[in-house]
């Protein structure tokens, strides 16, 4: 299982803004244990995304964005959630929208805010639904090692973090990448 | 901008990053030891005040990054007097009387208080 919490980009405006869209679907081997039938307490099925991999999805939207602004030579990694507020459920045959805005980015890391929708394909006249927001902080491998004068960890030197998955992703969405 | 109003913004910047309650920010609380601040909420904090204040924060500007990486200035463990001096003279910011009894390395990030973050910000807006 390739771990890909984004469809596809939607929307590229470089080092600002970028829009990506996931489609929940019942294909995907988690739902049918999130949740599970409980026999025992009566309760059946209820497939549901969870709210870590929506912030992940947000994450990878972030940092593509963060990436895509140094032409992937930086090592972005996700190392804060500050906020992360989810207000509904994101369940089969809902698509999730996620638009991650950067508000500072710069040699150390990167500060994004992230907007999540969710458009439920049985009711499209309601269209995409704010249902969250999520605040996240990236760090630049290279540079910050976590932050104020940490050193210790051994990093590969080759750029781990955008892989083939990454790259395929970007491709098809329209996004030159070497 | 008076440093009490410099104080209110930068509580209300250390309540988001570090997700404390309003009263435990307090002058002398320190960062890392009274309000529980982690190596990357330090980046965070960079970002908050440099929106809140609108000003831009150069990398070892608030914190002493460059300092800590160059082999002269710290040995054994420990901050030498030379590495001593060169941060008292790029963090004027900060008060090391505490750190200067027992300078090592791993701990220079309990100097760091509320006043410390405060103080920076009044002599970076007093230079604008």
Known sequence: MRWMWIDRVVELVPGQKLVAVKGVSLAEEHLHDHFAADSARGLAAAPVMPASLIIEGMAQSGGILVGHAEEFRQKVILAKIGRAELRRDATPGTTLRYTATAERIDAQGASIKGLVELFDHAKPGEGYQAIGQIELVFSHLDHNMGGAGQTGSEFPSHNFVFGEGFKTLLRSSGIAVS | ?128
Do not use: C
């Not at chain 2, 090592?104 to 973050?117: N, S, Y």
């Open chain 2, 1 to 128: 901008m008076t440093r009490d109003a410099i104080f209110e913004k930068v509580r209300e910047v250390l309540v988001d990053a570090l997700a404390v309650d309003e009263d435990e920010v307090t002058a002398k609380a320190s960062l890392v030891d009274d309000l529980g601040a982690e190596s990357i909420d330090f980046l965070d904090i960079v970002f908050k005040l440099e929106q809140t204040f609108g000003f831009k924060i150069a990398q070892g500007e608030l914190f002493p990054e460059n300092v800590m990486k160059d082999p002269k200035y710290v040995k054994d463990g420990k901050v030498t007097t030379e590495g001593l001096a060169r941060l008292k003279e790029r963090l004027p910011h900060v008060d090391f009387a505490s750190f200067e009894a027992s300078p090592e390395i791993a701990k220079v990030a309990t100097v760091f208080t509320v006043d410390t973050l405060v103080n920076f910000v009044e002599n970076k807006l007093n230079k604008a």
